[in-house]
C-alpha cells in the first residue's frame, strides 16, 4: 500500500507537534515539581503512537479492499472472475489461473491481455506459461 505526499506530511506533522506538546508539558512539570518528565512517559507515547499508526493501517487496508470489491461488481465477468482469483492469490501461473476459474485458455488469455494493456495486471514470462500479478 503505498502512503501519498498529503498523507506523510499529515503524519509528520503531528509528530512534530506531539514532540512539541511533550516539551511544552515537560516545561510545566519542571517548573510544578524541580525534574524532568519520567523516561517512562516518553515510552508510554512511543507506544501509543505506534498502536495508533498501526490500527489507522489496518483500517486504511481493510477501506481498500472493500472499494476494490465493489469495483469488481462494475467489471464484466470474466474480467471480474480472474481477478477475484488473482486477488486471493497475489501471483498466480496462468495455467493455474484457468483452472481455478474454469474458462477456456483463450478467454483467459485474451481478458488478461486487456487487463495487461490497461496496467491492471502484469504477465512475466514463466516458462511455457506466464506468471500473472495484480500491478495496482
Known sequence: ME?????????IISVFGLGI????????????????LPLMTYGVTAVSMFVGALIIL??????NQ????KI??????????LLEIILKEKRIDQTYLVAESGLSKVRVSRTLARLAQRNVVEKKPLGNTNLIKLKI
Open 3 to 11: 502512503v501519498s505526499e498529503s498523507r506523510l506530511a499529515v503524519a
Open 58 to 63: 489496518l483500517f486504511q487496508w481493510k477501506i
Open 72 to 81: 469488481l461488481k462494475v467489471l464484466p465477468q470474466d474480467e471480474r472472475i
Open 21 to 36: 506538546l511533550l516539551s511544552i508539558l515537560n516545561g510545566y512539570y519542571i517548573e510544578d515539581t524541580g525534574s524532568s
Open 66 to 69: 472493500k472499494q476494490l470489491y
